[in-house]
Nanobody
């Protein structure tokens, strides 16, 4: 089993930046593709970004493309999400998840973290 713990969320002004981390334990995540999702109150879960197991391929949701960057450090068993030019509509709980195999269009993921809150004020 894989346990995922997100951190790095908080309150930031519009235009600011945050870097989220997703630390894994239990087993290595080096064999998994990883994804970030977000969920705002009253809204469906939204895909944010995914990265393949090697960190060589990434794919982003349209709403964050050009502003967010997903990366990973397999030696640290950690995945990151650098978020720049934040907007109030980015406010949500951000969750990371594992996936067997890198298929950017798929939203079927296995292990999930509990999430970290990101709030962007205007």
């Amino acid at each position: 089993q894989v346990q995922l713990v997100e951190s790095g969320g908080g309150l930031v002004q519009a235009g600011g930046s945050l870097r989220l981390s997703c630390a894994a334990s239990g087993r290595t995540i080096s064999t998994y593709a990883m994804g970030w999702f977000r969920q705002a109150p009253g809204k469906e879960r939204e895909f944010v970004a995914t990265i393949n197991r090697y960190g060589t391929n990434t794919y982003y949701g349209d709403s964050v493309k050009g502003r967010f960057t997903i990366s990973r450090d397999n030696a640290k068993n950690t995945v990151y999400l650098q978020m720049n030019s934040l907007k109030p509509e980015d406010t949500a709980v951000y969750l990371c998840a594992t996936r067997v195999g890198y298929i950017p269009e798929s939203r079927e993921y296995g292990y999930w973290g509990q999430g970290t809150q990101v709030t962007v004020s205007s």
